[in-house]
């Protein structure tokens, strides 16, 4: 019985988390910014012919440490589920704290830094270790055209 009970509370502790609102407490400049950036993202996904039914944006003038990846729902016009997403390190040592203030971008190989612009998410890559566990990106911009190259993925 108490099985049931603890699967019972985790479902509706999931369910719940499903069903709150993802952009509460959120600033008003912040849901502008997601606001504008969601509309950009329709117009170009219906000029592409790509999915309107969702969108990922991450809002990179959020500090790294906090949830700044967004799922956002382009039928309801609101962010369905929100979670964290970091960035490249640069010239930084990895896993260092750098860039979380101030992150550095660039479209060029071997600068380990994250590129700004909208993404196409392709086929599951392999990682270093072999197994299927993130899926390539293509950029879709200049600033974002050496995605498959710098191995930018989805993870």
């Known amino acids: 019985m108490k099985k049931y009970i603890f699967l019972l509370s985790l479902f509706c502790l999931f369910a719940s988390r499903l069903t ?49 990846a967004y799922l956002w729902n382009f039928k309801g016009d609101t962010a369905q589920l929100k979670g964290m997403c970091s960035h490249g390190c640069g010239a930084n040592p990895w896993s260092g704290t750098g860039t979380k203030d101030k992150p550095v971008f660039s479209n060029v190989p071997d600068s380990h830094c994250s590129s700004l612009g909208k993404y196409k998410v392709g086929k599951r890559g392999v990682s270093a270790w072999g197994i299927k566990v993130n899926y390539v990106l293509t950029g879709l911009e200049s600033t974002n055209s050496n995605a498959v190259k710098r191995e930018i993925v989805l993870h």
């Not at 849901?31 to 592409?48: D, G, I, P, V, Y």
Request: net charge positive; charged share 30%; proline share 4%.
């Open 20 to 68: 709150a609102p993802a952009c509460a407490g959120e600033s008003p400049d912040q849901l502008a910014r997601m606001k504008t950036k969601s509309a950009e993202a329709l117009a170009f996904c219906k000029k592409n012919n790509y999915n309107t039914d969702f969108c990922v944006l991450i809002d990179m003038k959020i500090h790294s440490g906090k949830k700044r």
